[in-house]
Structures are given as C-alpha cells and as structure tokens.
C-alpha cells in the first residue's frame, strides 16, 4: 500500500517513474538523507496524462522504440492504411515518397478519409482519426471486414509523434485540408516544420478535385524531440515491405520514390497479380521439388467481443466470425526454411495461431503418407516439425475481421480458433494433393516425402552419434555403481533401466532380460522417504544416489532431459503391498528430484502377475499357462475353466516375489516388449501431485490420519494383503 509520508523504496519509485527515466533503485533508509519533497507526496504529485500526451509521453508503447526502427513503424501505419483500403477492393495505387526534408508522403486513390461530421464527438473523420485514440473505421462496423488496422491508433500515433502532418483528402469533387503540429489541429504560415503555428479546429476545402477521384495523402516531419538523432528511414526495408503487400494483394500498384539524396534519387515500381503462389517463387532459391501447392478455405467460429451500441454504450455480444486461410508452399532441394506469415495484409514475423494450426497438421498429414505409402518403416518412428519444413518455402495468409494480437506491433497472432481452423484446411487440402496429386506431380509428391523422411533419418543419425559420444564420456568420466548391470547398446534411443527390487530378482532378471537395450540396477528394500528427508540426507543415501547417478540426467533444477541415459525407466517390484510400497517410494524420489522424468513420460512401473495357472490338457494335449493379476481375477479364470470342464493344477501358484519366478517366465510375463504390460506414470498437475506426496508422504502425520480414516470406509477389505 502506497501512503503519503512514506520515505521508502515504494515512494521513490513512484516518483521516478514519472521522469520517463529508468527506475533507480532506492538508497537504504539508513543511509538516504530525509527529503521534505517525499514528506510532501500527495495527490498533487499525481499526472493524468489526456488525449495524444500519452503517446509522447511513452512512445514505445505504440511504435516499439524512438530509434529507427519506430520511426519505420511509424510509415508503416499509415502505408497499411492504404494497403487496407486495397484489400477491401477500394483502392489500386499507392505511392511512398520520402522527401528531402525528411518528410515522408504516403498517397493512395481509395475512398478518402470520411471528411463529414462524426455525430458523437461533432469533429470530422479526418479530425477524429488523427487526434483521438482508438478511433477509426475498423471497429466491426462493416467499412472493413478484414484489415491490419485494428486499435484505431496508428495515424493518431504517427500524428502525436510528427512536428507537423498535412493531410489532404478527395472527396465529392473537392479537396479537402487539415495540418497539425505534435498532434494539434492548426495552421502553419508557411512550408515546412518550423513555420510559425496556430491553433486552428476544423477541416477546410482547399481546392477542386475531379469528381471521379478519390484518395488520401498524408504528409509527416517526425518530430527530433522524440525520435533519436540518427533515426532514418531505411529504403531496404521499405521495399520489402512494398514487395510482400503486392504479392498479397495481387493487382496493387505501388510506386517508391526517394528524394532525401538528389544526386541518388531511386523509384521503382511494384505490382504483381499472382498473389501467394508468385511469391513462394519469389522467395525460393534453390532447385524446386515440385510445383507450388495452393491450400485455400474457410471457417467459421463464434467470439464474445464488446460493441458499442447506438448510444455508445459498451457491451458483450457473440458474433459469427469469417476465416479465410491462404497458404502456398513449395519443397525445395535445399535445407533452409523460408516462412512469412501475414494476417490480412500484416506480417506476423513472430507466428501466432495461425502458424501453430499449419505447423501442426503439416507434421500429421505427412506421418499419415510417410506410413501410408511405406517409405518409413514402422520401427522408424514419426517425423518432427523440423524434418517436414527443411527445404520448405511457405506463405501462410489468413484473413478475418477484427483479429486478436499481442500489442499494437502486431508481431504475434492470438485468436484461438485460427489454429483449429487453419489445422483443418491443411489437413483437408494437403492430404488431397498427396493422395490425388495434380497432373504430372505424382513423381513430385513422391519426392517431397522421400525428402522429408531422408531429414527424419539424418536428425537421428546424428542424435544417435551426440548421445553414443555423451554416454561414452558419461562412462568414462565418472564410476557407476558396480551393482548396475548395463545394456550393450551405445544410444539412448530403445534402452530400458529397470530398477529391481532385491538381489534374487536380480539373478533371474539378468537371464530374463535382452542384454542388447534392457539394463538392471538392484535396490536392497525400501529406500528412503525423501519426501521427510533433507537433499543431504538424500544424497548420503546409497540406493538414492546410485539411481540419480545411473540415470545420468542430474537432480533437482539442473536436471537435463537431454542428459538421461536410458528411454524408458521401469520400476520392477513385488505384486504385492510392499512392492507397492516400495514403487512409492521410488516414484517420490523421481517427483521431488527428477520431475522431467515424468513430464516426458518416461517412467513405468512393470505389472508382474499375482497367480500361475496351469490347466491340464486333455488327449495328450500339453498344459495350458495363464496368468492372473489379482485374486478376484484368478476365481473367475479358475471358475471359467471348470466351468468348461477343464481341471485345474492345484494349488494354484501364487507368487509371493518376482524372485519365485523363473526366467522364461519373468522375460514372458513382465520383461518382453511384445507381451509385458506396462503402466505409464504421469503428472497432470504438478501443483495437485505436490500436495499428494505431501499428504501421503510428507513429514507431518495428523493430514495423513486424517485421510486413512476418512478413506476407511470406502476400503474393500477383501483386497487387503495379509
């Protein structure tokens, strides 16, 4: 809580905060000399910053930075403008000059800026744009149903941060004109920034137009007391961003022109009416695998967004959302990776939903064909993202009113439901070149999965040599207990560390077991409760240790998944209480120290069957094994057989530990990938199994009371092990 008269951190960092400076950290209130000012702290200290002062105040909040980089933000708001009237079908020619002075002008033959009266606010729509906040035409009210413009701040932001904005717009046959200083309506007595200013509101006719033409022209000085000393345009990036807005709207005109240099004066003219698919080729640069592959569709989904009502008054409504998904891709022979993605017309070079949902179903649909048409096997496993976009080119476009970003830099695209949406088109669209390719791609198609698996391979390949070189040095480096009785292969990758209860299930387990990737580590009973203990304690512990040291990935924060020594982490003990006791025991130690264990689902616990049972056969016939997992299971097996009149070897075998089986038994029942049983042990949540491990096997024994007599009543007696 912030109080008057405080002379501490949090009164000295409120005032600092109000120099636009970095914060400084407080002086120790022993050392501070006091301060009349901070006793005097009160409401009068308090700033309400209105209308544009905001923007000029923290102007990286809008444009990013007050270097170069903003000051090219700051021509792309009001170029996307243009380019937004394009997308709508409104406008075919936009030109970009900078200027000698260091102004920049922006013109374009769309519909012009509404020059009539907004009826709430009483200013004209090119006064309202320009000086008000979160003001504009693409609010949902139909001027627009898909554009980049989308917080109404863009060409009021550029206004704020300018010296001075001329705009002129025509409309009806007149020109109509309107200048402003740092975002103030006003007039200037001459041409240029630093001609003398009044203040002046309202918009003027400043000379005919032809009634056939229509348009906007913005020009701006952006103001030096904002952006640094060497803030300049950059000609380079603003072609770029020229070249991608032609390719996107196929058909615009747009003409740059530089001015800043006369003895370097640079034009040149964009326009192209293949849209994505001449843009893929534009982008790409190596030897093409196949022809570009177009995916088109759509999708509707419902969002709870706020709308002004006709009194202006803000409420919730659930409203049908249009998406349009635009993709065009292309497999090279080469291994780099070329993405753009663009909602409506403006990149998003940070992804967002959009790419998720493409990313996604790319990697789905090509698994199904790989498996489909054979070329992996099914020992091989399944491709990763990487492996399906090496070589890719792809321009991925989605269309859609009102789209959710992640602040006005618009670098991230959130709605949700694009990545649904755009996951079905993909699927829908590219299984179908794959399965039905277009005339002549046949050959092509075949070649993009050979591709793509030949990477899935070589990605494997090579983890294989990291981790056969990392398991070397691990074994070289350091002494693993004695007692581990290691697999041969040199990888990670299909290698089992089963950790067994006892020294007998040790002695049958070592002939029982596939030498090649299963690997034992014996434990001597229950190991410590580390749930109770302290880390010390946990690592003077032996068999504590000995598991941290074998598994090989480390503990606690500076575990490493990449580091674990084996795929899969079995624990093996007796079907009964006390094996369940014991697998506890384990799985606490692996939760408090080894959690990403867990999370990647690489712990299982072996289920060892509870009976043998040997039906004898009949005419000759040799005798029938089965197995059985718990007693009610075995009455019902027992009660089948003699049911069918069929006798039963008695007494029936009841194992008390795995140490009582034999070893082809033992591999058969619980070792033998392709008939054991495994049970996968995870996390859902990491907060919720905390308090568990708390409850269940922490320090404090009253909780722990409490939850056995409540549960008590619930318990079947019956499956009590005594």
């Known amino acids: 809580m912030l109080r008057a008269g405080i002379d501490g951190p949090v009164a000295s960092r409120s005032r600092v905060r109000g120099t636009g400076r970095a914060t400084v950290p407080a002086m120790p209130a022993s050392t501070r000399p006091a301060s009349k000012k901070a006793d005097a702290y009160s409401a009068r200290d308090l700033a309400v910053l209105e209308g544009l002062d905001a923007v000029r105040k923290r102007p ?34 936009i030109e970009v000059v900078l200027e000698a002075g260091g102004s920049a002008v922006v013109s374009d033959n769309g519909r012009g800026i509404p020059v009539d009266k907004e009826p709430k606010t009483k200013l004209t729509g090119v006064e309202l744009v320009l000086t008000k906040l979160h003001a504009g035409g693409k609010f949902g009210g139909g001027s627009y149903t898909a554009s980049g413009g989308l917080h109404g701040v ?48 309202g918009l003027e006719v400043v000379g005919k137009a032809p009634r056939t033409r229509t348009g906007t022209r913005v020009r701006w000085w952006a103001d030096p007391q904002v952006f640094t000393k060497d803030a300049e345009y950059d000609r380079t990036a603003l072609r ?32 192209h009416k293949g849209g994505i698919n001449e843009y893929v080729e534009y982008l790409s640069h190596g030897q093409s695998l196949c022809s570009v592959i177009h995916l088109r569709g759509s999708g509707h989904f419902q969002e709870t967004v706020p709308v002004l009502d006709d009194k202006g008054h803000m409420s919730t409504r659930e409203v049908e959302r249009d998406l349009g998904v635009d993709i065009a891709l292309q497999w090279d022979e080469g291994y780099d990776t070329e993405m753009r993605s663009f909602v409506n017309v403006i990149a998003t070079p940070k992804g967002g939903t959009h790419v998720a949902g493409f990313e996604r179903s790319l990697v789905k649909v090509v698994n199904e064909q790989l498996k489909k048409s054979r070329i992996l096997k099914s020992s091989e496993g399944s491709i990763v993202k990487e492996d399906a976009l ?40 590219l299984t179908q070149w794959f399965a039905k390719p277009p005339r002549g791609e046949k ?72 030498a090649d990737f299963q690997a034992l580590l014996p434990i001597r009973g229950k190991i410590l409760n580390v749930q109770k203990a302290s880390l010390a304690d946990m690592l003077k512990n032996a068999e504590c240790a000995a ?27 007796d079907a009964d209480v006390d094996g369940a006791h014991i ?12 959690p990403g264990l867990l999370e990647a689902g690489k712990v299982f616990a072996a289920v060892p069957p509870l009976h043998r049972i040997e039906i004898i056969g009949k005419g000759g016939k040799g005798n029938e ?23 039963i070897k008695e007494p029936v075998q009841r194992y008390k530990g795995l140490g009582e089986m034999d070893a082809s038994q033992l591999r058969e029942t619980t070792m033998d990938p392709a008939r054991r049983t495994l049970r996968r042990m995870t996390v859902g949540d990491g907060a919720a199994s905390t308090e568990v491990f708390d409850l269940l096997m922490g320090e404090h024994v009253a909780p722990r009371r409490d939850f056995i007599i409540a549960g008590a009543r619930e318990l079947d007696r019956a499956r009590i092990d005594t």
């Not at 500076?558 to 093996?572: A, N």
């Not at 718990?630 to 049911?643: L, Q």
């Open 443 to 514: 050959a092509a198609a075949r070649a993009v999965l050979d591709k793509i698996a030949g990477a899935m391979r070589t990605r494997v390949a090579a983890r294989a040599h990291r981790d056969t070189q990392r398991r070397k040095s691990a074994l070289e480096t350091s002494t693993l207990p004695a007692k581990l009785v290691d697999c041969r292969r040199g990888d990670a990758e299909g290698t089992e560390l089963f950790i067994v209860e006892g020294d007998s299930a040790l002695g049958t387990a070592k002939t029982a077991r596939d």
């Open 625 to 647: 094994i089965v197995y059985s997992y718990s007693d009610s299971e075995m009455k019902s097996m027992v009660k089948d057989a003699t049911g069918k009149g069929k006798r």
């Open 154 to 201: 863009g060409a009021s932001v550029v206004n704020a941060l300018s010296s001075r904005l001329d705009v002129e717009v025509d409309r009806s046959g007149k020109t109509h004109g309107m200048s402003f200083r740092r975002g103030v309506p006003g007039v200037f007595d001459e041409p240029g920034p630093d001609a003398s200013f009044q203040r002046k509101s």
């Open 583 to 594: 697998r506890c025991l384990l799985l606490t130690l692996i939760h408090r120290y080894l």
């Open 390 to 429: 090496e070589g890719l080119t792809v321009v991925v476009t989605v269309r859609l009113a009102e789209p959710q970003f992640e602040g006005q830099t618009k670098e991230v695209l959130g709605t949700p439901a694009v990545s649904r949406i755009v996951g079905n088109v993909v699927s829908k669209e």
């Open 547 to 573: 598991i941290i040291q074998v598994i090989g990935g480390g503990s606690g924060r500076s575990f490493d998944i990449e580091q674990v020594r084996y795929d899969k982490i079995i624990l093996m003990s």
């Open 240 to 271: 770029e961003r020229a070249v991608q807005s032609s390719f996107l709207v196929p058909g615009l005109k747009i003409t740059l022109r530089d001015e800043r240099d006369p003895n370097d004066v640079w034009e040149e003219v964009l326009q």
């Open 60 to 93: 990286g909040m809008y444009i990013g930075s007050n270097d170069a980089r903003g000051l090219m933000h700051c021509l792309w708001e009001i170029f996307d403008n243009s380019v937004d009237e394009a997308l709508a079908g409104h406008c075919s020619t």
